[in-house]
Structure formats: C-alpha cells, structure tokens
Nanobody, 124 residues
Framework: VQLQASGGGLVQAGGSLRLSCAASGSSLDYSLIAWFRQPPGKEREGVSCISRGGTRYTESVRGRFTISRDYAENMVYLQMNSLKPEDTAVYFC????????????????????WGQGTQVTVSS
C-alpha cells in the first residue's frame, strides 16, 4: 500500500490550501489516518487525525483546519484555512490499521505507513 500526499504550494497568509492523501495498492482499510508536518529545522508534529470515532486537532490549527475522509475513494483531505507563516512545513499523511486512543493519535510512533511529503509555504 502506498500513500501519496499532494496539494501543497505557496500561499499568502490568510489564504487556503487543501491537501489530499490517496491510498493505493490495496483495499485494506486503514482505521486511522493522520496528517503530520515538519517545519524547517524542527521536529515532526501531529496536526490532525481521523477515524470512524472522530477527529482530533493540535491546538495551533483547531478552528482553521478540517480533516475529512472519503472511504469509498480511499482519500483523506486536510482543508487549511486562515493559513499563517508558522504553518510553513512539509506535510505528511500517515496511516495505521488498528485504532489507538484518540489521545495518542497525533503521536507519529503509532503509524505504519507514511506518504511522501508535500511542501506548504505561507508567505507573510
């Protein structure tokens, strides 16, 4: 199974982008999918996760970002609004077969499959 993230780009502060994560190669149903990001010179951090039980967001993006999933198409989206320069990062999608408690879903150690990153740059 492969995950492929797309949709990154350069946008001005206040603008919007929608990232997409496509799962291909198998009909395996990942129960948990998340978005992570790695800002320049910093460690990777969890942004948002989604399962049939709900969604979770890191505090810095809550109210601005929305994660959604199309189970029929094996797609996960991250709608990013009101972007800020501090959102600049390489964004990755990741998937896991078995759910973990929601309090743990933004921890990268739980994820088995990772897509390549897509660069998001927000100019001030």
């Amino acid at each position: 199974v492969q995950l492929q993230a797309s949709g990154g780009g350069l946008v001005q502060a206040g603008g919007s982008l929608r990232l997409s994560c496509a799962a291909s190669g198998s009909s395996l149903d990942y129960s948990l999918i998340a978005w992570f990001r790695q800002p320049p010179g910093k460690e990777r951090e969890g942004v948002s996760c989604i399962s049939r039980g709900g969604t979770r967001y890191t505090e810095s993006v809550r109210g601005r970002f929305t994660i959604s999933r199309d189970y029929a198409e094996n797609m996960v989206y991250l709608q990013m609004n009101s972007l800020k320069p501090e959102d600049t990062a390489v964004y990755f999608c990741a998937a896991r077969v078995i759910r973990v408690p929601s309090s743990q879903c933004l921890n990268s150690i739980h994820y088995e499959q990772w897509g390549q990153g897509t660069q998001v740059t927000v100019s001030s």
